[in-house]
């Protein structure tokens, strides 16, 4: 069950306070985007693909006209259908391919979060990634020092451009995207 009173009443304003901080600019960024992403399909390794519903908000900082600074937050329901996301800020290496076609490499820390499967979920045994050992927090988080993705940007109009994007989280999973930039 898709918790949505949890979130709202006790996350959501941290979280939102927590991301307006990080998408302090910088003064000497040349352009600022905003990109707004829709998940959906992803896929366990070897076992299963599944539909995670959510949304992704980004602002891109030009450093340079190769390199970009990028914070972000994301929101989505994740394969045990419970509230996920994440907070992520780094770094990314534009590449422009062709007249309108660019590829975009990204990592960074990442802080990683769910709703805790050991709350909600019977059968769970944990996982080496979230820890196996039982807790009753109401979260499972993890942090990562190399977090990233690599987008795919189809630019329509100079202020409008179509993305895809795939967070390759090898050996677990892979999560893919699609949004645009504005």
């Not at 693909?49 to 908000?57: I, N």
């Not at 990204?106 to 996982?127: E, I, M, S």
């Not at 100079?158 to 892979?174: D, E, K, M």
């Amino acid at each position: 069950m898709f918790r949505y009173k949890l979130f709202i009443k006790e996350g959501f304003i941290s979280l939102l306070i927590i991301f307006l901080y990080c998408l302090q600019g910088f003064p000497s960024a040349d352009t600022v985007d905003y990109n707004l992403k829709f998940y959906g399909y992803s896929s366990h390794f070897e076992k299963d693909w599944f539909f995670h519903p959510g949304l992704q908000v980004d602002r891109d900082l030009y450093l340079t006209n190769w390199l970009i600074s990028r914070s972000s937050i994301a929101i989505y329901r994740d394969s045990g259908h419970l509230v996920a996301g994440f907070f992520h800020f780094g770094l990314r290496v534009n590449v422009r391919k062709f007249n309108r076609f660019y590829i975009r490499v990204g990592f960074g820390p990442t802080l990683v979060w769910r709703q805790n499967w050991w709350l909600h979920k019977d059968d769970y045994q944990g996982t080496s990634f979230y820890g196996d050992q039982y807790h009753s927090d109401r979260f499972e988080k993890n942090f990562l020092l190399y977090g990233g993705d690599v987008e795919i940007e189809w630019v329509i109009k100079p202020n409008i451009s179509v993305l895809f994007a795939t967070i390759p989280g090898y050996p677990v999973i892979f999560a893919n995207s699609l949004g645009v930039r504005f």
